[in-house]
């Protein structure tokens, strides 16, 4: 009876404990543990795509595959070492790889551009030191800062951009600052592409910003100055050293439970530097609206890049297929200058389970300069997409209507993405 009795007690003690919580399932490219404090962080992405272009006289049709591969190590006194390649294949030679002139066999001067060549290279290989308020990097590595206006990684190529550089980022309370010497910026053309594989020089990019309630602000400058061998092998513009300085600010404002305002603002001069031979200053300006309620969202904005003494406000480190229309007839600022009025709406669909995360947008830009009156054209561009878990889908669409501006544009693209 006393054995009974215990054994009684026992189960009824061990029934009363919490059950032990099994740990999660290891999710692929989750990092591993390796040793003490140490982790291994494996990197996968994969992109899928076609393009097809139409313009009255050329048309092209590119399906190419981006894969980049590599790994984090990492350690918890915060010290970590990524090495990453990035490999593009092209299953077809339908398309211009190359906008420039090169003696190559993807520059096919019959066909419109898409500017993915195929090509294999070293994308990433950096060291760096991250605490709380301090993060050190040396190394090739991809920089975007801010909206990507000045400085980005051209994400929308398959082969991005990246940077030979040191960049040191602090955090003080409200405080953030922001600096980087980069030596050299390897450009999306790949190891093919001649002088235009990479742009070398001394780049500089400082930035200190400070949050005031709902309101970020940032001051920032941006010192561009080529080697001159660059200036007169690569570069298609042999005046392409500048200083740019300026400030940006936004804010986000809540309505109520599903509304908000969404505001930002940007300013910056542009001026001659360095080996500059023209004697120049232009003005940027910058301002953006939105609304969102619910799955619905509204957006209505003005961009500026002013033009002096025949030379216009420009942002060759920007990922600029993120602005001014998706048919990116507008990489160069055009010599009097661009303004572009711009309208759109968007809306995300909660309900669709089978396709989550789905989302739709259409924007409207009138495109104009900035000396002369010149209506250049207009451009509606279009998108729906989703994802589901690691793997993304997208479909994208740009009309861009010319007319006193290049010419006819359709563009069309379908990508299927996967990410570890």
């Not at 951009?161 to 405080?175: M, N, Q, S």
């Amino acid at each position: 009876m006393k054995l009974r009795a215990m054994l009684c007690a026992a189960t009824m003690l061990a029934a009363s404990q919490p059950a032990l919580a099994e740990p999660p399932k290891r999710q692929p490219g989750d990092p591993v543990i390796v040793g003490d404090g140490l982790t291994l962080d494996p990197i996968i992405d994969a992109r899928l795509r076609y393009e097809h272009v139409d313009t009255p006289t050329l048309d092209a049709d590119a399906a190419t595959l981006r894969l980049r591969a590599g790994a984090e190590l990492k350690h918890k006194s915060g010290f970590a070492v990524l090495v990453e390649g990035e490999g593009t294949l092209a299953f077809d030679k339908g398309y211009n790889a190359f906008p420039f002139v090169i003696t190559d066999g993807q520059r096919r001067p019959g066909f419109a551009v898409v500017p993915d060549p195929m090509t294999i290279e070293l994308n990433r290989a950096q060291l760096q030191y991250k605490s709380k308020s301090l993060t050190l990097t040396a190394g090739r590595q991809r920089i975007v800062l801010d909206d990507q206006r000045f400085v980005g990684n051209s994400g929308w190529r398959q082969n991005e951009k990246t940077f030979d550089a040191a960049r040191a980022e602090v955090k003080l309370g409200p405080i953030g600052l922001d600096g980087t010497y980069a030596i050299s910026l390897r450009t999306f053309f790949g190891i093919d592409a001649g002088p235009r594989l990479a742009y070398d020089g001394d780049f500089v990019f400082l930035g200190a910003g400070a949050k005031f309630g709902p309101v970020q602000f940032k001051a920032f400058s941006y010192l561009l100055d080529y080697d001159p061998a660059e200036q007169l092998g690569g570069l298609a513009l042999s005046n392409a050293d500048t200083q740019t300085y300026g400030a940006r600010a936004t804010a986000s404002f809540p309505l109520g439970k599903q509304t908000k305002v969404n505001l930002a603002a940007s300013y910056a001069r542009q001026s001659n530097w360095q080996q500059n031979p023209v004697r120049y200053s232009a003005d940027y300006f910058a301002g953006e609206a939105g609304l969102v309620h619910g799955g619905v969202g509204l957006t209505a904005g003005y961009e500026q890049l002013g033009a002096g003494n025949g030379r216009a406000f420009q942002t060759p480190m920007a990922t600029l297929h993120k602005f001014n229309g998706w048919a990116d007839l507008f990489l160069t600022t055009p010599a009097n200058g661009l303004q572009d009025w711009y309208g759109g709406v968007s809306y995300k669909f909660p309900k669709v389970k089978a396709l989550p995360g789905l989302n739709a947008a259409v924007t409207y830009h009138r495109f104009e300069s900035d000396v002369g009156s010149l209506h250049y054209g207009d451009e509606w561009d279009a998108s729906i997409g989703f994802k589901r878990g690691r793997v993304g889908v997208l479909a994208k669409f740009a009309d861009y209507q010319a007319d006193r501006f290049g010419t006819e544009t359709q563009k069309f693209w379908l990508q299927l993405e996967l990410s570890y």
